[in-house]
């Protein structure tokens, strides 16, 4: 066994492409940083602003990506963004408290529920998106994803008071539009109908209309999908064309039970 030869070739072949895993260590801890900014009673928020810029600043020389603004108009702009980011997100535990029956007080959906970090984090992460931030955005996704269960691409639009009960196994596409007052249960599926790279500029994820309660499992796909307003999607149901407002729509099993008499 030549060593040299074998160290040598392992380290051509690690650098293609470059990988620097502090970038991902350190988006972890502005995301857990930026978090707790917004919720944590015990973090200023004018001190934890100063430190986050410095985060923000060293992701940005770590990553060394050529921006269309400076590091300094990116992070301003963002933060301008925040308080409304917070608003929203102080909508959707309100919606997670006044839905699920099982919530025994605000500060539980806030510290307690997947949903809510795994929401809170999309949000976070999204707006980072509509700057132009590349690849951080879904590196934040993908830690809240690690954690809960829940994989929500931060390209993907969601309105108002949004609420995933259980969350575990919950997918939300890039291009997928969900508006005001939607209610997904767990295992949730927002999808795309068909898997072709040359599709990546194109709407792939379904559209989701205002006040529509989708129940576990069920898997929606589709760029060109739209589900109505007022609608409910049952458990385990299938959909790839589009459903009007007002409608139900369930799948209907066949269950088969066997009794063993007793000898």
């Known amino acids: 066994m030549d060593k040299e030869k074998i160290i040598a070739e392992l380290n051509r072949h690690k650098k293609l492409p470059y990988l620097d895993y502090r970038l991902k260590q350190e988006t972890e801890d502005f995301t857990d940083t930026l978090f707790y900014t917004l919720f944590d009673a015990n973090t200023p928020v004018a001190v934890n602003l100063e430190l986050l810029e410095k985060k923000f600043d060293k992701l940005m020389d770590m990553a060394c990506w050529d921006l269309e603004k400076p590091s300094e108009e990116l992070w301003g702009s963002y933060i ?57 955005p879904r590196m934040m996704t993908e830690y809240a994803h690690r954690q ?21 196994g919950v997918v939300i596409g890039e291009t997928a539009v969900i508006h005001d007052n939607v209610k997904l249960y767990q295992g949730v599926t927002l999808g795309a109908l068909y898997v072709a790279k040359n599709l990546e500029k194109t709407k792939r994820h379904p559209t989701i209309e205002n006040n529509v309660t989708i129940y576990a499992n069920a898997t929606i796909l589709g760029g060109d999908t739209v589900v109505g307003e007022n609608s409910i999607i049952g458990g385990n149901a299938w959909i790839t064309s589009s459903v009007p407002p007002n409608s139900k729509v369930y799948h209907t099993p066949e269950i088969k039970i066997k009794t063993t008499p007793n000898v």
């Open 80 to 136: 301008s963004h925040l308080p409304q980011i917070l608003e929203n997100l102080n909508l959707d535990a309100e919606a997670i408290l006044n839905c699920d029956p099982a919530s025994l007080s605000i500060q539980e959906i806030y510290m307690a529920y997947p949903g809510f970090y795994a929401i809170a984090i999309y949000r976070l992460a999204h707006e980072l998106c509509v700057e132009g931030v590349p690849l951080i």
């Open 148 to 168: 809960t269960g829940v994989d929500i691409n931060p390209g993907a639009k969601i309105g108002k008071s949004f609420f995933i009960d259980h969350a575990t």
